[in-house]
């Protein structure tokens, strides 16, 4: 079975806009689990726009499933990693200017063998954010990493049908090939009720990270509806 991850991001988005107490990220979180979410994913960022560490800390010791840090690699969110220890941590790249993630991460940076392997050394599981490519893949085959989610923010952002189809045939060859490795597979970014079933019928993804259409949903049905009805579109 596909699992699914939630984001709750923009939950913690709307509290931050009046500088509150509520909607309780946490909240979220246990409402998610309850309905069907196998894990809770957050983004911790430099600007602290939305997740604070409050949060992080607070999620670590309440929820009951697995607890998802995306983070960029900067010795900070390295330190609160291996302090808090979550149980997954997603590389990403980050921008201050950007409004969500904008692609995958450069596995060409300085050092970066050298920091995936501290987080390792710390009993923490490593997943990178990346680009369906290939020549990616083979690099973070040799980080030794134990999953790999695939961009799937240009599939969900295309319009026309070639563009779609050209798309999805990028993130097959690289979930073949990640699978291939032996390493997780995972797919996130701009997914939601529509454009998720295709990939499903890969039968190759094993795990999706959703957060925006959910929370969008969830506005007009409930959080627990829209966690549930995809978590059943995952498994058909």
């Known amino acids: 079975m596909a699992e699914l991850g939630i984001n709750i991001d923009h939950i913690a988005t709307l509290r931050q806009a009046r500088m509150s107490i509520e909607p309780e990220p946490l ?21 602290r726009r939305h ?6 800390k607070l999620l670590k010791d309440v929820i009951q499933t697995r607890l998802n840090l995306e983070m960029a690699l900067t010795t900070e969110a390295i330190a609160i990693a291996k302090s808090v220890k979550p149980h997954t941590v997603t590389l990403v790249p980050e921008r201050k200017e950007e409004l ?27 997943s990178l954010f990346l680009e369906p490519d290939l020549e990616m893949i083979r690099i973070a085959d040799r980080l030794k990493v134990s999953a790999i989610e695939i961009h799937t923010g ?3 952002g295309s319009k026309t049908a070639e563009d779609i189809e050209l798309q999805f045939s990028r993130i097959a060859k690289a ?22 079933t295709r990939l499903v019928e890969l039968e190759l993804i094993e795990e999706y990270n959703i957060g925006h259409s959910i ?6 049905t409930g959080l627990a509806e829209a966690v549930s009805t995809m978590k059943k579109l995952l498994n058909p």
């Not at 979180?29 to 309905?35: D, G």
């Not at 969500?100 to 490593?126: F, H, M, P, S």
């Not at 929370?215 to 007009?220: E, G, L, P, W, Y």
């Open 100 to 126: 969500t993630t904008e692609g995958g991460l450069n596995l060409n940076l300085k050092n970066i063998d050298e920091k995936i392997k501290d987080l390792q050394d710390a009993g923490l599981e490593v």
């Open 27 to 47: 909240y979220a979180a246990l409402i998610a689990e309850q309905n069907g979410a196998d894990q809770i994913t957050i983004h911790l960022r430099e600007d």
């Open 215 to 220: 929370v969008s949903r969830a506005v007009f």
């Open 51 to 56: 997740i604070q560490l409050r949060d992080l």
């Open 175 to 196: 979930a073949k090939a990640i699978k291939s490795a032996g390493i997780r597979v995972v797919a996130g970014h701009g997914l939601n009720y529509h454009n998720v």
């Open 154 to 156: 240009i599939y969900a």
